[in-house]
């Protein structure tokens, strides 16, 4: 929520007067010098949002602020014109709402549209939480990276490579959304204080590097041309995309990567299918290519891909992976029940190309278990299961 700079203020005694940690507040102002705020300027405060409420017979600020839990104090600094000693019933005065719940609620089909509306939900009540694009499907539409903290060990965590495993979008939108309210209302999740992490880890999450296979998934097929003909074409006239792991162009993401693409693209289809088409050349695709450059650009220290299904963890590539590698896996399937996997013949992946660029941890997280894709039931467990891994990929 925004509130006005008044005489006196500092972030500091909004940090207080909240319950907000400093470092949340200033970070929710990115642009604003907390030594030189101006009285009348616009601070936003996370983690609240602004009701209305009606004055009723017998009212005071202190009667409102004990029935909403807040202080005379908040509810002044809302209605900066309003006497408090002269209210009259009826009349409006705004007043601050902690948000104490998530705003995603992932158990349901996740297309782009929700998840595009439930990051502009978060945006708007965690502003320090940084949202950008960082390219474009083949579409046109967003794919976003959405990141929190200022730390030195960079975690990236995406998911929907594979359009049938689109579940994984909203395990990892629920997911940042309970580190978001734990960060703000300072509240532990699974025994954990997530403050320090926000000091000490610069997250990166990309829910869904696949858009359009995500929207083919759940809301069919495409009206727009040439893409309802190509996709009809590729799936053989069938309207049941259930299989789709694709991009819209029948691409398979996830072995794109030019790390033995040649191998990989020697027993996979030759050319655009609902699945493992590796494409004609490597990072071909803009999905694919907005992953590199972001990977490329971001030093990050460890990687996840979300997939579903097995509940197990690969994290080898040829020798190539470090030895924390094997340590940090452990702590993943301690958590989670997961089993590692260290090797498997398969190559060109998205974790498979970050280990051999930058010898550093990659892990491909398969959620779930089941037939792709995995019935929506199973979200809650998945979700568990994530924020386990999640956590531990933060303290590890
Ligand atoms: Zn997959």
Do not use: C
Not at 37 to 63: A, E, H, K, M, N
Not at 218 to 229: F, T, V, W
């Amino acid at each position: 929520m925004n509130i006005r700079v008044r005489r006196g203020d500092s972030f500091w005694f909004y940090s207080q007067l909240f319950s907000v940690p400093l470092s949340l507040i200033t970070a929710s102002n990115p642009n604003t010098n907390p030594e030189r705020l101006q009285i009348g300027q616009i601070v936003r405060i996370p983690g609240f949002y602004v009701s209305i409420y009606t004055i009723q017979p017998g009212d005071s600020f202190w009667t409102i602020g004990q029935r909403i839990g807040a202080s005379t104090d908040m509810i002044q600094l809302l209605n900066p014109s309003l006497n408090p000693l002269q209210l009259q019933i009826g009349q409006e005065v705004l007043i601050p709402v902690r948000v104490r719940s998530t705003i995603v609620q992932g158990g349901r089909e996740y297309n782009s549209a929700a998840m595009a509306n439930d990051i502009a939900m978060l945006k708007e009540i965690y502003p320090f939480m940084a949202v950008r694009t960082i390219g474009n499907s083949v579409m046109g539409k967003d794919i976003y990276e959405l990141s929190v903290g200022t730390g030195d060990k960079r975690v990236h965590l995406n998911g929907s490579f594979h359009a049938h495993e689109w579940i994984t979008t909203p395990v990892l939108m629920q997911t940042l959304n309970t580190y978001l309210l734990g960060l703000v209302n300072s509240e532990p999740v699974r025994g954990l204080a997530l403050l320090p992490f926000f000091s000490s880890v610069t997250l990166s999450i990309v829910p869904n590097v696949n858009p359009d296979g995500v929207d083919l998934l759940i809301n069919g097929l495409p009206d727009e041309e040439p893409y309802r003909s190509e996709v009809l074409a590729i799936n053989n006239n069938s309207t049941d995309f259930s299989g789709w792991k694709a991009n819209i162009r029948g691409v398979d993401l996830n072995n794109q990567y030019p790390a033995q693409w040649e191998e990989e693209a020697e027993t996979k289809p030759q050319s655009p299918s609902p699945r493992d088409f590796p494409g004609y050349a490597p990072l071909t695709e803009p999905e694919a290519i907005a992953m590199a450059d972001l990977v490329s650009e971001s030093d990050f220290d460890r990687v996840l891909a979300y997939h579903t299904q097995g509940k197990v963890i690969f994290w080898g590539y040829q020798g190539l992976e470090p030895e924390e590698s094997e340590t940090i896996v452990n702590e993943f399937a301690r958590v989670s029940g997961f089993e590692p996997i260290q090797y498997v013949e398969s190559y060109a992946g998205f974790k498979d190309w970050f280990i051999q660029e930058f010898r550093r941890p990659g892990f491909t997280v398969e959620l779930g278990l089941g037939e792709n894709p995995l019935p929506i039931e199973q979200f809650d467990e998945m979700y568990e299961d994530s924020l386990g891994i999640f956590l531990a990929s933060l303290y590890m």
